[in-house]
Every structure is written in structure tokens, then in C-alpha cells.
């Protein structure tokens, strides 16, 4: 059975940097689409950026200019860099492995003064 473990959430203040992590086992890493999303409270679950096995990236809007999605395939890793964040970036941020429909349980992001 596959798991997706995140790490690297926490309380930051408007204008800082998180960096998550989320390292994968039990599955085909280099062949899957890896995703991070987001859900805020009583809010939707949204995508925030995805990359390809070939390191093909994109972004909605909101993520453009500040976050970066990468990936290590030797370690299993997809990373999301955040910068310049808001307090709207508040949200619990999943990640996902598109191919073979893995999610993992999450990680909160909090951006307050």
C-alpha cells in the first residue's frame, strides 16, 4: 500500500517562507504526476501546482511568481517552496500522487502576524 508523508508545515508570518516536503513509498514514483493541493477551512480542496515525472510544472494562478514545485525521483521527494506568503494562504496542503491516486494526510500551513 502506498503513503505519502508531508512535513515541513507551520505558523509563519505574512511575507515568509515554508518549504514543504512530502516523500513517497510503496509506490511508482517516477512514473506518477505528483500534486500538492490545499484546503482551507469550509473552503473546497484546490490545486496548487503539479509536476510531471520529467519535471513539466504548472501552477494556478494564485501560486504563480511565488510557489515552486520540484521533485527528486532518487528520493522518492516532491518539495513545494513558499514565498511572499499571505494570510489567504492559510490552509491544510495536501500531497498527491495523480497516477496511482495516493493522497497523503496533510500538513498545515498557517500565515498570521
Known amino acids: 500500500q502506498g503513503q505519502l508523508v508531508e512535513s515541513g508545515g507551520g505558523l509563519v508570518q505574512p511575507g515568509g517562507s515554508l518549504r514543504l516536503s512530502c516523500e513517497a513509498s510503496?509506490?511508482?514514483?517516477?512514473?506518477?504526476?505528483m500534486a500538492w493541493y490545499r484546503q482551507a477551512p469550509g473552503k473546497q480542496r484546490e490545486l496548487v501546482a503539479s509536476i510531471t515525472p520529467l519535471r513539466r510544472s504548472d501552477y494556478s494562478d494564485f501560486a504563480k511568481g511565488r510557489f515552486t514545485i520540484s521533485r527528486d525521483n532518487a528520493k522518492n521527494t516532491v518539495y513545494l517552496q513558499m514565498n511572499n506568503l499571505r494570510p489567504e494562504d492559510t490552509a491544510v496542503y495536501y500531497c498527491n500522487a495523480e497516477t496511482e491516486r495516493y493522497w497523503g494526510q496533510g500538513t498545515q500551513v498557517t500565515v498570521a502576524s
Open positions: 510503496e509506490i511508482h514514483f517516477n512514473i506518477n504526476i
